[in-house]
């Protein structure tokens, strides 16, 4: 049994600003290396073999925090970087809607492309680290679209946002995938105590 708990990485500012990432390489800010800080802290109190990060700045600054305090390996895989969201990457909310109304985004990529990614991907990771505990640290929409896959739908990758620094695991064996947790995000301070410090 291999276990694999997806974390996203910490806020950045566009993140507060409701704007797309997507592959857009977008460093942290204050409140997501405190958000970072806490993953460390709470992963610490159990036992982990490995870190793997895409490749991004946000998500290898949040892994490399976490690393801190684990003191296990870490490496980048290119497997596990967010979803490209082609033409809409930059836009906020608002003009999104205005420019694309059906979510439509030119150039994004296909869902069944970053459905074989992430499948390929955990394949990889699971056969290379069989029956060890791994942290991946990825991005909202990708770990979105993994958990989408194997609850058969019941996750939706229209669901209500995955916080930063949370956390969302998944039991694999050969045979089977099991969900042990989704967006859990008790161990993460309040944004606002973030903000005071």
């Known amino acids: 049994m291999t276990e ?3 974390i996203r ?3 950045t500012d566009w993140n507060t600003a409701g704007k797309l990432q997507g592959r857009t390489d977008v460093p942290l800010n204050h409140t997501g290396v405190k958000q970072a800080e806490a993953c460390s802290e709470f992963l610490n109190h159990s036992e982990w073999d490995l870190i793997i990060a895409s490749p991004l700045a946000r998500a290898k600054k949040t892994a ?3 690393q801190q305090q684990l003191t296990i390996p870490l490496i980048e895989m290119e497997a596990f970087i967010e979803i490209s969201f082609g033409d809409a990457e930059g836009l906020s909310t608002e003009e999104r809607t205005v420019l694309y109304p059906d979510r439509l985004y030119p150039n ?3 869902a069944h492309v970053v459905t074989d990614r ?3 991907g955990i394949n990889s990771v699971i056969e290379q ?3 060890q505990k791994i942290l ?3 991005h909202g929409a990708f ?3 993994v958990f989408s896959y194997y609850s058969n739908g019941e996750i939706s990758t229209d669901s209500p946002r995955l916080s930063n620094g949370s956390l969302s695991t998944l039991k694999l064996t050969n045979k089977q995938a099991t969900i042990l947790n989704y967006n859990e995000a008790t161990h993460l301070p309040s944004h606002s105590s973030l903000g005071k410090k």
């Open 4 to 6: 694999i708990c997806f």
């Open 9 to 11: 990485h910490g806020e």
């Open 64 to 66: 490399e925090i976490i």
């Open 108 to 110: 994004k990529e296909q």
């Open 118 to 120: 992430f499948l390929n």
């Open 129 to 131: 680290y069989k029956d």
């Open 136 to 138: 991946i640290v990825s």
């Open 143 to 145: 770990i979105k679209a």
